[in-house]
């Protein structure tokens, strides 16, 4: 009924920059909270950043101060902006959304994942 397609990842230096990109799609009635978690080989899947329809923000403790999360409601899309990356950010990325459908229910979905590298 809906999908979460991610874009933007790939490889950075240290202390560079990227910009992730989800777009939800499908039978969507509104889209409540929509976020990013990451996943490093080994570890568990940890907290980087949600927004709520209204624009409220949380981050995990080791990313504040240098990501940054946006939203278009008009596109259904959620932005990470990415700074100051360090190794330690490397992880796959996945975009995670709680949607209200058009049957009025409320489902989470998720991305597909897309790779951060992070190299020294």
């Known amino acids: 009924q809906v999908q979460l397609v991610e874009s933007g990842g790939g490889l950075v230096q240290a202390g560079g920059s990227l910009r992730l990109s989800c777009a939800a799609s499908g039978r969507i009635l509104i889209i409540n909270r929509m976020g990013w978690y990451r996943q490093a080989p080994g570890k568990q899947r940890e907290l980087v950043a949600t927004?709520?329809?209204?624009?409220?923000?949380n981050y995990g403790d080791s990313v504040k101060g240098r990501f940054i999360i946006s939203r278009d409601n008009a596109k259904n899309t959620v932005y990470l902006q990415m700074n100051s990356l360090k190794p330690e950010d490397t992880a796959v990325y996945y975009c995670?959304?709680?949607?209200?459908?058009?049957?009025?229910?409320?489902?989470?979905?998720w991305g597909q994942g897309t790779q951060v590298t992070v190299s020294s």
């Open positions: 995670n959304g709680m949607i209200r459908v058009v049957t009025f229910n409320e489902y989470e979905y």
């Open positions: 927004i709520t329809s209204g624009g409220s923000t």
